[in-house]
């Protein structure tokens, strides 16, 4: 079993940037693919980023792709997400979630495990 949990949410003003982490305890992160997702109040979760266990192979939704970057370090078993221009669009629930599988999957159904989120808020 696997339990994630993330930080580094909060409050910023558009254009900034925040790094989101999530922590993993369990043995299986390194051979884990992991994503990021959100869901802002009242939508779906959506798929923003995800990862292969090397690092090799990054995912991204449209709407974020060039302004976000994910990656990983195993030896910390902690994964990342770096967000920089951010929009109040941006505004949301973040998830850690990961899946014990060399497939990086986009949708939230094909996650194994997650972690609680953490608030990103975006002002205008």
């Known amino acids: 079993q696997v339990q994630l949990v993330e930080s580094g949410g909060g409050l910023v003003q558009a254009g900034g940037s925040l790094r989101l982490s999530c922590a993993a305890s369990g043995r299986t992160f390194s051979s884990s693919a992991m994503g990021w997702f959100r869901q802002a109040p009242g939508k779906d979760r959506e798929f923003v980023a995800g990862i292969d266990w090397s690092g090799g192979v990054r995912n991204y939704a449209g709407s974020v792709k060039g302004r976000f970057t994910i990656s990983r370090d195993n030896a910390k078993n902690t994964v990342y997400l770096q967000m920089n221009s951010l929009k109040p669009e941006d505004t949301a629930v973040y998830y850690c979630?990961?899946?014990?599988?060399?497939?990086?999957?986009?949708?939230?159904?094909?996650?194994?495990?997650w972690g609680q989120g953490t608030q990103v808020t975006v002002s205008s």
């Open positions: 979630a990961g899946r014990p599988t060399r497939v990086v999957p986009i949708t939230a159904s094909d996650y194994d495990y």
